[in-house]
């Protein structure tokens, strides 16, 4: 039996076993430990615990940026800093609409990368969605919705450079007319169809147009009946000291950092520098003023830094199951399956589903666009398929991939700075994934014939 048929076995039980439990964790472990199994057989314990050490090396800059994140907000948290910027925005912030419409801005202004976007705007919008009593789980939802859907869709991100100078690198880009990946880039924009139709859906949403579907429904009506803004199973992620009073905060001391954040990493280009500053812009702001003590400070950083471990380990376990398929060829056993259907008018749409079923079960999507784009070009090149399609195709499998799968790193961060659990915040925006994924492969379909 091919190795690329067992990973995709694999990665179906894994999904399967986690949607049916709510317990995604096990599944990975195991799914991971088995994929070793049949790479490297007797040695397959050793193998996999050196992976889990290659897995940390390559991905160090992640675990310390979201650990230093919770740090920051732990941070301004105690210093009630959060509490000062939701006591402000609140009186704007009146109602359901204009809460979950501010929210969406904000996504909208903070682009330059989906971390920055979903950790920084979580901290910002906690306590108003609370005060509203909206449930946390469309906190999530709006969080993850214009995460990566957004700084695809503007040129001047972290996702725009990756995709141009992937895309300037195939020669059937080059042979279209392109000089640069950056004017491949923006061609493409206007077909990248997940990302603008996911976003039509979170502004439908936020306007009350967008009914309340499936386990997001049953989130409003748990709020409605009990007045709990998250389920009892998101309790462990929420710290009630922080949730309740902060009537005294001041707006600066969120404002501040939270200004040396956006701008440094907007700047630089950094988000390790940016945080670093952000945290060291706590210290000069509150340590003067008393507002915490000295003795205390650092103590507060290594909580926050521990209060992100859960979904660090979860990122580990993902990135671990990625590396684990790869080795077993999942990739080119999808696209061999596929091949026979390739047509060049099809193709656009074969590669969107394709780079989606890729990234949502690896949890990979800035790895499999990367594996993917020099097999896809030159088979629709071959067969007279569109390249900027294509380039859409792909891009819009990433940003699938990102927002979808629900345990890769963007979906994990924003349950995370939601506060609550991960398959919770999954499962309530899945019904909305759905419709966008199914209108995208409408488009490229619709797309494939009239280009």
């Given amino acids: 039996m091919s190795q690329g048929l067992i990973a995709l076995i694999i990665i179906l039980v894994v999904i399967v076993g986690a949607v049916l439990t709510h317990r995604c964790e096990e599944f990975m472990i195991a799914g991971s430990l088995i994929g070793a199994i049949f790479v490297y057989g007797g040695s397959f314990l050793t193998e996999w615990c050196n992976l889990i050490q290659e897995t940390i090396t390559d991905n160090v800059w992640i675990f310390v940026v979201c650990g230093l994140f919770g740090s920051l907000i732990a941070l301004l948290q105690t210093a009630k800093g959060s509490f000062g910027f939701s006591r402000v925005v609140s009186k704007y912030c009146n109602t359901e609409r204009k809460t979950l419409l501010t929210t969406f801005v904000l996504g ?3 682009f330059v990368d989906d971390y920055l976007n979903v950790l920084s705007i979580g901290a910002c919008m906690k306590g108003v969605y609370d005060k509203r009593k909206i449930p946390r789980e469309s906190l999530a939802f709006m969080l993850d919705a214009t995460g990566a859907p957004v700084c695809v869709l503007l040129p001047f991100s972290t996702w725009a450079v990756f995709y141009a100078s992937l895309f300037i690198e195939q020669q059937s880009v080059l042979d279209y007319g392109f000089t640069s990946g950056f004017q491949a880039y923006i061609s493409a924009i206007p077909f990248c169809f997940y990302p603008i139709l996911i976003l039509i859906v979170v502004v439908l949403f936020s306007l009350g147009i ?58 630089t280009g950094d ?58 060829a999942l990739t080119e056993f999808v696209i061999e399956i596929a091949e026979p259907l390739l047509t060049g008018s099809l193709f656009p749409m074969i590669t969107f589903i394709i780079v989606a079923a890729l990234c949502f079960a ?43 799968c629900f345990y890769c790193d963007a979906t994990l961060l924003s349950s995370s700075s939601a506060g609550i659990d991960n398959m919770e915040h999954a499962m309530s925006q899945l019904p909305y994934v759905a419709i966008a994924a199914g209108l995208s492969v409408i488009c490229f379909l619709i797309c494939g014939f009239v280009f």
């Fill in 271 to 328: 988000l390790l520098v940016a945080v670093v500053l952000a945290i060291a812009c706590c210290m000069i702001l509150f340590l003067p003023r008393k507002i915490i003590p000295g003795s205390d400070f650092f103590g507060i950083i290594v909580k926050g830094f521990g209060d992100m471990l859960p979904t660090l380990f979860l990122l580990l376990l993902a990135f671990l199951l990625e590396k684990v398929t790869e080795q077993m």
């Fill in 210 to 267: 967008m009914p309340k579907l499936g386990t997001m429904k049953k989130a409003y009506q748990r709020v409605e009946e009990t007045g709990k803004v998250y389920s009892d199973a998101s309790r462990k992620f929420n710290h009630e000291e922080f949730l309740e009073g902060g009537e005294d905060g001041n707006i600066w001391d969120f404002i501040l950092p939270m200004g040396v954040l956006v701008a440094v990493a907007i700047v």
């Fill in 362 to 404: 690896t949890g990979s999507f800035w790895g499999m666009s990367a594996v993917v784009a020099p097999i896809v070009f030159p088979l629709g090149a071959a067969i007279s398929a569109n390249p900027v399609l294509i380039m859409a195709a792909i891009i819009s499998g990433g940003a699938f991939g990102s927002h979808a």
């Fill in 108 to 110: 909208v202004l903070i």
